[in-house]
């Protein structure tokens, strides 16, 4: 395990930091001595530059879970010389919805993805979208020589550092306290 002190004076940009897993990661880095620039949710997310100003200077870059900082986030990270790699958070959304899976002998790895045309064909938008905006960012990577890794979460829960609960977690407290699933 690295010294507490491994990222002093080193800096990585975390998007989406009030989300559950990029909090958690903002805490960790702050231990281990890093300098984070964290980004929370912005309307101004759609503008092609958004990210450059939090990434400029950075040695990294995380990404969360939204479509649309998939190749917006990297594209700032590949305007820094500084950024080494970028780490998405992306969902199992991206690489279950696809017919091959229950095959047997199928084994999931890094070139199995969700089937965009299946997904369409059972009107899996969210599926989909997770799908194609990951498969975007690769492209992004590989075109720009980003060192590109992602992460599928399927589930993650544990302990808030933030007060309220968020979106997916009230959503798990409230079917197993009501029952009731929302959307």
Not at 74 to 98: D, L, M, Y
Not at 130 to 146: D, H, M, S, V, Y
Not at 151 to 159: R, T, W
């Amino acid at each position: 395990m690295e010294s507490k002190n491994s990222g002093e004076g080193k800096a990585i940009c975390v998007t989406g930091a009030s989300g559950f897993i990029a909090s958690w990661l903002v805490k960790l880095l702050l231990h281990r001595g890093y300098i984070v620039n964290a980004t929370v949710r912005n309307l101004k997310l759609l503008e092609e530059q958004s990210f450059d100003p939090a990434v400029d200077g950075c040695e990294g870059g995380t990404c969360g879970s939204c479509c649309e900082r998939n190749v917006k986030c990297p594209s700032s990270c590949a305007k820094s010389p500084s950024v080494r790699r970028v780490v998405i958070t992306s969902s199992t959304a991206s690489i279950i919805c696809n017919k091959n899976m229950s095959t047997p002998g199928v084994v999931a790895d890094e070139t199995l993805y969700s089937d965009p045309e299946f997904c369409e064909q059972r009107k899996d938008w969210y599926r989909l979208s997770k799908t194609l905006a990951e498969q975007a960012a690769w492209k992004f990577a590989k075109e720009n020589g980003i060192d590109l890794v992602t992460l599928h979460p399927g589930l993650v829960i544990g302990p808030l550092l933030q007060p309220t609960l968020n979106f997916s977690c009230e959503a798990i407290v409230n079917v197993t306290k009501e029952g009731k699933f929302v959307q």
